[in-house]
């Protein structure tokens, strides 16, 4: 249930944004690091920011599109299902929620094309979201401590990313990060069964496929 605590943070912080959209108790923090965010916006760092801003929109689907469809032509249906709940719900209902219950104006004059709702950032839940799905499915456990940091760095380089580029307020990247996870962390809770079940399936096929090679003939009776 490691899921419900970064969900409820998040939730949290969304009702005290509702409680007063223009002038939260944080705006002064959200002001200043807005302020550090200043220009020029040119050179390397647009090139870094264009890109997460790619990531995070429609170019970032082929991802995990792309691991659906290995998924399904693999036959691991639990894992697919896995995926499609986690990023379904983590974005449709979790995030999207967020957005229209608190409706949090934006910083004046983003420097890309937005939508409608500051907090929290989809952008920065869809990079948590996708670390924590990928984790799960694509990295052995013995190497997800690595894959963490990783994932740690490369959230928190999206996080930068949304407010360089003026799309958000850092409290809203802070909770979208935050409520990204969670849902990716619950998600993972409620599959881990049927997940642990099939890769047990996995690895029975992979020794009965082992067992009927050609040298399987040649194992003596031990008599």
Known sequence: ???????????????????????PPFQGLDDR??????????????????????????????????????????RRWASAGFLLAAYLGGNMLVIQGL??????????????????????????????????VAGALLVPA????????????????????RTWLHAHWLTDTVAGAVAGAGAGLLTWWLFQPTLTREGVRSHDRRGAAAGAGPGAAAVPDGG
């Open 1 to 23: 249930m490691a899921g419900l605590l970064p969900l409820a943070a998040a939730a949290a912080t969304g009702l005290v944004v509702r409680s007063d959209i223009t002038d």
């Open 33 to 74: 690091w807005l302020e550090w965010m200043g220009g020029p916006h040119d050179g390397p760092y647009l090139a870094v920011a264009t890109v997460l801003n790619w990531f995070g929109g429609p170019v970032g689907a082929v991802l995990p599109l792309s691991l659906l469809f290995l998924l399904l032509f693999r």
């Open 99 to 132: 957005k229209h219950l608190v409706d949090r104006p934006r910083p004046a004059d983003p420097l890309v094309r937005v939508d409608h709702g500051s907090f929290p950032s989809g952008h920065a839940a869809t990079a948590a979201l996708l670390v924590v």
């Open 142 to 161: 013995a190497r997800r401590r690595a894959w963490w940091y990783g994932g740690a760095v490369f959230t928190l380089a999206m996080m930068w990313s």
